[in-house]
Structure formats: structure tokens, C-alpha cells
């Protein structure tokens, strides 16, 4: 479907030049200062003195740690969250239920739950004080202060963010589409992997990456439930805050830039994301 | 394949969607549902289809009973109102789908698959589009791609939700003279949707009017017009005045003084009852005299009940609009000039359909 | 399938429905709703006046009120500049334009740490920003003002990303309207572009409000976090963990989630109010 293109419009309506000059300058200006700034001052704290090193305080051990640890538990909180993410808006895009508002509320709610209390949760619950944890010291397992806990804890902060960009995605398409596929003999299976899948697959991208960000970054949950053991239970943002108040500036400045590299990779890609797939098609008025 | 359709029932809600609905539809007709929106013509093709389970009734497709038939087991060819095409595939991978999806024992080889799409793609006349997207193609080349998609399953029966609702006039006129010829040429039934009682009329050799849940006629268009079942087809099929009678000693009666009378042998459809009756008559059941000059003979008898407010011609007869008592009734009359806007006129009916 | 009541568990025409929302269900009440409930009955422990004695420390409220004060100042903040942000990426057309756009997403995406470490950096008493301003005898780091300044920081992308899809859809004519009966430029964007944002401010003056509440990684190192003058409510938290006082911490954490919940409801019933409708 084109779209006509739209007329040229006489702005009647407009602002005067000066006005229009004077309000982009102030966003630039205020813009710049309170977001680009900041990233400026991690990459010029991080090269103070060169380049060498930030090399070294990436490659020390403790710091690869730090690194392959946030890794493993993106890598394991990630995937547990689309597999539940897409659960979730099947059901509530695709079918209707009482409580569905409901669910899709609960399942937002980590968003507006402090990080700090997204990690305390565990440790009442695991911890050596909490309900599970002297049954769990009976039989020597561990999970606060150790990856169990730092995964747990990761995939509660992340838990929406899959289902979040699907759901209003999915609800647009409607469900017609999966019924046509129905009336022409498609198993459930085929229907979503042919039909609901491609249909959505750049919105699940975005989705991942943007819960992948998140889970790589987090800092307040983890830090409850991790007990900053070096080299063991030590996440990239838990080594850069280690880092800092060891007074070792570069080198937490180094790490910083490195997660500060991961965001802005994120975002572009999210962007371009944005522009091209089915979440243009969500923002572009249906023709 | 004939469709048993009895006495189905369904219910969003506190909307009684379909009230005890039986229809007999026999294989290879042309069948469309007929009805203002919100009559439940679009829910019951979906329980035909599967997509939806009536709260009670049956329905029986070919003698088999369906409550227990998933939709992707039917075989049922479905074309949606939006035509639900597939985004992200081509309009040759649309109209594949329902033959790859099959399971592999069933599945044709690739190149069957190919033949037989591009078969499809010529019957619908389209075969230049087979790698277009379906946002790259116009509302009608849909229909036909969401025909094809429908049609490759090689259904015996073919439902189709306002198949022509979303189309331009010049389109829609096209499409629906293909459709026909496309039903007599494959031999199946089908049902379909309408809201348009012209594309009813023009299509279907059987039409359920539906009204309110409810199947108010089921009858070829010929008998819809001539002898409507109920008040509400009489008034929703075709144009028609309504006026308020009584029946009394099998004769009709006019509330409206200046109309007279009319014995119950003129009339189309009597009442059942004697009493109060409402009666339709349409546009060319009408006499007019006028008084003065022109058409009719001579000066009016019995009263001037009625004016013309305004005239126009329409294919060598004329349409008025007449002023009778405040209300205005449309009336098509023989001949040409004559009826200029102004004139007193009498008019009576020449026969009706009245019901009580 | 619509219809709910007893038809509620009718056959379904898609496939599945139970398989999705098993798994939904599994996923959320034990990754969020039974460790939630964990923190709700933990405090009972403590019984209601004990919860009390918990909470009655100074301490805690110094922390809880500049939370909750230092957020609604950063929220407050965030509106006029998240309006303009959203003004000028929606209105007007410049080079320069789609980066600015991506860059308002920069606090959703930079993890906190890396964020609070960078506002120390720009607003210690020795940074780029912070030697000017304590030049003029203006104080950020270390001070309730950074923890304001930090939270205004998370918050900004709430309110430009609720304000711009409504100011994208709001019809031009009604703009074009006001001009052709004689409204001046900032008449029409008092009396007809406002009253129409209202409700979209408002909502993402919420959302960021209650994101800078809970904040911990992008406050804490420009806090200085000094019990009683700039010690936040979730560093508490952290601090009574530390003390292995377990009820104690659940207690601030669910004092934090009730005082959050009542600003939303409050929020909630002011748009309401807003908009009748």
C-alpha cells in the first residue's frame, strides 16, 4: 500500500523562524549536556592516560571474571525471558480471558519495583536468615551470593521487557492471520513458526537485545544478592563500583566505557531495528 | 457439500448473537447471508468455518457432524473480510501455504506445488504478481490472491466474509460477475456475507435475510421481493413506502383517507390477522393522476391528496418525490415530462404487502 | 475467543492457549509474585509495632523523604525538558535530528553504574561541570542536588517518550483552526497544544517519578550517601542486608513500595480528573 504522499502544507500554524532556531539550540544544548556529556566523561576519565592502561585493566583477571560472569548470566536470564516473553503475548495477545489486563499489569510490575528490592527478595528468600535458608545450608547449596542468586535476580529485573514489546505489537496484528492459517490446515506449530514468528521477529530482536542490555548493566539487584566476592561473584558493573572505591579511576572508567560501548551498540541497532520492521509498522498509521 | 445448519445458538455476552438459527443449504449452491451489521450473519459463517462454537445447535456438513472438527481439519475454504493475507510472504507463498503445511505424507512434491499455484494464480488473473508482497498490491488484486489462498485447498465449500466490502464500485462490479462465473465453473458452495443487498440479489441464487440473530426469509431473490415473509424483510429488501393500514373483511384499508382502499385479491401479501396492518408498497406499484394538462387522464378524482416536490428522469421512466400529508413517498411512473415539481396529484396504490 | 463467564473456558480456535498461559503463569509467580510475597509477610515478623519501631528511625525518614522528594523535583524537572525534547524532534526537521532522537534513549540503555560514575565524574567539586558551578558556589556532588540531578537523568526518556507519539498524532488543523480565528502563536500553544499534552506530561511524569524513586546505581556514587543529609531509601535497604537484618530491610522496602503505590493511585486520579472522559 503507498500512501499518497502528503501535500505540501503552507504552515499556517508555525513558529517564527527565531523561535524554531532558538528551541532546537536549547534542546541540542540541554540535550547534549545532560546525556552526551556523561558519555563523553567516561571516555575521557577511561584515556586519561592513554590506552595502555585501560588495556590492562580489561585484561586483568579479576576484570575477565567479571566479564565472562555477565556474560553467563545473560546468557542464561535472556533466553528464560523470551521463551516467557513470547508465552506471554501469545496468550494475552492472541486469545481473550478474564484477568488479561491483570496479567499483562503483573507483568510489568518489576519495572516500577526499586532494583535493590528486585534483589532483597532473593535474599529473603535464600538468604542464611531467609525462609529456604537453613534447609538450603542443611544441603550445602548455595544460592545468594552465588550465581544462582545473580541469575534470579537478573531475570526478575528483566522479566519484561520481551513481553512489553510484543504485546502491543501482536495485538495490533490481531489474530486473523493465525485463522486463515487454521482454515488452510496449519498445525499450532506451523502457525506460529511460519506465520506469527516472521511476522514479529524484529520486534523480538529489539525486545532481546534491549532486555540483553539491561541484564548485562544491572546494578543494584545484583549487588544485594552478590556478595562481591573478586573474581567470583563479581559482575562488570559490580567491578567497576569495586574499581572506584579502591580509587582506581581508569580502570573503572575502562569497564564503564566497555558497558558504555555495549548501550550505544543497543541502541543503534534498536534504531535501525525500529526503522525498518514490523515496529515501523506499529508506528506508521495503518493505511 | 451440503450444509445442515439447526437451530444454532450463540451468545457474547449479554448480545444474543444467533437465536436458534436452521438453514438448509444444498451442495452447490450460491448462498449469501444478508442482514444489517450486528444480525449475526458474520458469526454464523465463522461456526460454519470453525473459528467459532455456537452455544447450542449442530451443524452438519455433508451429514457429518462438525462440533467436534477442528477448523484446520474442515477443509473449509475461508475468505476473511481483510482477507488476512500472510505480510511477510509473497503472493506465491500466500497461496502455497496451505499445501506445504500439509503433513508430508499428503504434501505434493515442489513442483506440483508450483504448477498448481500458478494454476490458481492464472484462474483469479494474476499471474504476473506471484512475487509481489501483499502491501505491494492493490485492495482488488487481494481479494483475488486471499481467493486463491482460499481456493488451493481445493475446498468444497467456500465461505467468504463481505468479500467485496472494502473495494471501490468499479472493482467490486468487476469482481462479482468473475465470482459467478468462477461458481459455476468449479461446481462448489458458497456462502458469503453481505451487508449490500444488490450484491446479494446479483450473486446468490439463495439469500437468508437475516435480522437480529435471527433467519427472517431463506429464499431465492425472485420470492425475497415478491413475497417477503415478515414486515422487516418487506421493508429491508427493496425500496418501499410504508403506510399504516387496517384489514377488515378482506379488505385494506388506508389510514391515509386520500388512499382508498384495496381489495384483498389486489394485494401481494395479505395480513394474517384482520385489524391493524402495515403496508409496503414499492415505487412502480403507484397510479398518479394529476390535475390539469399532461400525463394522466384529465383532471384528478377524489380529492388532491398529494404534491410533487421534485421529479427527475431515470432511464426513460421518472422517479418522483410526493408530498402526502408530510410524508414522502417515491414513485416511479411511465413517461417523461409532465410531473413538473409543484403539481397536486392523486395517487393511490395499485397493491401492497401488508402485514399485521 | 470473546465471551467470558461460563463460556470463559469454551474450545478455543487457536492452539496454545493453556500451554502459553501455563507457562506465563509458572514464569510469573516464580520469578515475581512469590518472592514479592516474600517481602510482604517478611516484616510481619516483626509484628505491626515493631514494623513501626523499624521504620520510626530518623534515619529511615530522612532516607524515605528524599527519595520521594528528590524524585518529584526530577520528574518535575524532567517535564520542560522532555517537552521541548519532544517538540523539536516531532516538529522540526534539522541535521542532526535522528541522533538526538537516539540519544534520549541513552538512560533507558547505559547500565546505572556506568552512569553514576560518569555524573561523579562531570559534577565532583574538580569535574567539567561541577568546578564551574562550585565556582559560583553551587554544590551538586555529594549533595541532595546530585541525587536530584542523577534521577532527572533516568527519568528524561519517560516523559519524552510518552509526550511524543500524542503531540506526533495531534491534528494540525485544530492548530490551523485556532490561527484562522485570530489566536496568536502562544495563545495556540497555551490554550489548544497543552490542555491536549496535559494528560501524556502527566503520565510521564509518573513513570519517571517512580523509576527515580527505586534508582540505586546511577545516585549512589554522586549521593556521597551521608546518613540523614543525601542517604537514599534503597541504600538503607542495602545497609541493613549488610547488618543481616533481614525484617528490617523488607521493612523499608515495603514501606518504599506502599509510599510508591499511593503516588501512584494519587497520580492515576489526577489524570482522571483531567480527563473526564
Known sequence: ?287 | ?356 | MRGGGASGLRRRVLPGFGLSLGLTLAWLSTIVLIPLLALVLRPLELGPAGIWASLAEPRVWAALRLSFLAALAAAALNLPIGLLAAWVLVRYRFPGRRLLDGMVDLPFALPTAVAGLALTALYAPNGWLGAPLAALGVKVAYTPLGVMLAMAFVGLPFVVRTVEPVLRDLPREAEEAAATLGAGRGQTFRRVILPALAPALLAGFTMAAARAIGEYGSVIFIAGNMPMVSEIAPLLIVVRLEQFDYAGAAAVGLAMLFLSFLLLLVLNLASRFWRPA
Open chain 1, 1 to 287: 500500500m503507498r500512501r499518497p504522499g502528503g501535500e505540501p502544507r503552507v504552515e499556517v500554524a508555525a513558529e517564527a523562524p527565531w523561535v524554531r532556531r532558538l528551541a532546537i539550540l536549547l534542546a541540542v544544548l540541554v540535550l547534549g549536556l545532560l546525556l552526551l556529556l556523561p558519555l563523553l566523561a567516561v571516555a575521557t576519565e577511561a584515556l586519561r592516560r592513554g590506552w595502555t592502561p585501560v588495556v590492562a585493566a580489561i585484561t586483568d583477571p579479576d576484570a575477565l571474571a567479571a566479564i565472562r560472569l555477565t556474560l553467563l548470566i545473560a546468557a542464561i536470564s535472556v533466553p528464560v525471558n523470551t521463551l516467557g516473553g513470547l508465552a506471554a503475548a501469545w496468550c494475552i495477545a492472541k486469545f481473550d480471558f478474564p484477568g488479561r489486563a491483570l496479567l499483562l499489569a503483573l507483568i510489568e510490575l518489576p519495572f516500577s519495583v526499586s532494583p535493590v528490592i528486585s534483589g532483597l527478595v532473593w535474599v529473603l528468600l535464600f538468604g542464611a536468615q531467609g525462609w529456604l535458608g537453613p534447609w538450603l545450608q542443611e544441603r550445602d547449596i548455595q544460592i545468594v551470593f552465588a550465581l544462582p542468586g545473580l541469575v534470579l535476580a537478573t531475570i526478575f529485573v528483566t522479566f519484561p521487557f520481551v513481553a512489553r514489546t510484543l504485546v502491543p505489537l501482536m495485538q495490533e496484528q490481531g489474530r486473523s492471520a493465525e485463522e486463515a492459517a487454521a482454515t488452510l490446515g496449519a498445525s499450532g506449530w506451523q502457525t506460529f513458526r511460519r506465520v506469527t514468528l516472521p511476522d514479529i521477529r524484529w520486534a523480538l530482536l529489539s525486545g532481546v537485545l534491549l532486555c540483553n542490555a539491561r541484564a548485562m548493566g544491572e546494578f543494584g539487584a545484583v549487588s544485594v544478592v552478590s556478595g562481591h566476592i573478586r573474581g567470583e561473584t563479581n559482575t562488570m558493573p559490580l567491578h567497576i563500583e569495586i574499581l572506584y572505591n579502591e580509587y582506581q579511576f581508569v580502570g573503572a572508567f575502562a569497564v564503564a566505557g566497555l558497558l558504555a560501548l555495549l548501550a550505544l551498540v543497543t541502541l543503534a541497532a534498536k534504531a535501525l531495528l525500529e526503522r525498518s520492521g514490523d515496529l515501523a509498522r506499529l508506528r506508521r498509521p495503518p493505511a
Open chain 2, 1 to 356: 457439500m451440503s450444509v445442515e445448519i439447526l437451530g444454532l445458538s450463540r451468545r457474547f455476552g449479554e448480545a444474543q448473537a444467533l437465536r436458534d438459527v436452521s438453514l438448509s443449504i444444498a451442495a452447490r449452491a450460491f448462498v449469501a447471508l444478508l442482514g444489517p451489521s450486528g444480525s449475526g450473519k458474520t458469526t454464523l459463517l465463522r461456526i460454519l468455518a470453525g473459528l467459532d462454537f455456537a452455544d447450542s445447535g449442530t451443524v452438519r456438513i455433508e451429514g457429518r457432524d462438525m462440533a467436534e472438527v477442528p477448523a484446520r481439519e474442515r477443509g473449509i475454504g475461508f475468505v476473511f473480510q481483510n482477507y488476512a493475507l500472510f505480510r511477510h510472504m509473497t503472493v506465491f507463498e500466500n497461496v502455497a501455504f496451505g499445501l506445504r503445511v500439509r503433513p508430508r505424507r499428503a504434501r505434493p512434491p515442489e513442483a506440483e506445488i508450483g504448477r498448481r499455484v500458478r494454476r490458481l494464480l492464472e484462474m483469479v488473473q494474476i499471474p504476473e504478481l506471484e512475487r509481489r508482497y501483499p502491501d505491494q498490491i492493490s485492495g482488488g488484486q487481494r481479494q483475488r490472491v486471499a481467493l486463491a489462498r482460499a481456493l488451493a485447498i481445493e475446498p468444497p465449500l467456500l465461505l467468504l466474509d463481505e468479500p467485496f466490502g472494502a473495494l471501490d464500485a468499479e472493482v467490486r462490479k468487476g469482481l462479482r460477475r468473475w465470482l459467478r462465473e468462477l461458481h459455476a465453473q468449479l461446481g462448489i458452495t458458497i456462502v458469503f456475507v453481505t451487508h449490500d443487498q444488490d450484491e446479494a440479489m446479483e450473486l446468490a441464487d439463495k439469500v437468508a435475510v437475516m435480522q437480529a440473530g435471527e433467519v427472517s426469509q431463506f429464499d431465492p431473490p425472485d420470492v425475497l421481493l415478491e413475497r417477503p415473509a415478515n414486515a422487516f424483510v418487506a421493508g429491508f429488501l427493496g425500496h418501499a413506502a410504508r403506510l399504516p393500514a387496517r384489514f377488515q373483511g378482506g379488505t385494506l384499508r388506508f389510514e391515509d383517507p386520500g388512499l382508498g382502499t384495496l381489495p384483498g385479491a389486489a394485494l401481494a401479501v395479505a395480513p394474517r390477522r384482520e385489524g391493524a396492518a402495515l403496508a409496503f408498497v414499492r415505487p412502480h406499484e403507484w397510479e398518479v393522476r394529476c390535475a390539469g394538462e399532461g400525463p394522466g387522464e384529465g383532471p384528478g378524482e377524489g380529492g388532491r391528496n398529494a404534491v410533487i416536490r421534485a421529479s427527475r428522469p431515470a432511464g426513460g421512466r421518472r422517479h418522483l418525490e410526493v408530498d402526502l400529508a408530510g410524508l414522502t413517498i417515491e414513485i416511479e411512473v411511465e413517461g417523461g415530462a409532465g410531473y413538473e415539481p409543484g403539481r397536486p396529484c392523486v395517487i393511490r396504490p395499485r397493491t401492497a404487502r401488508a402485514y399485521s
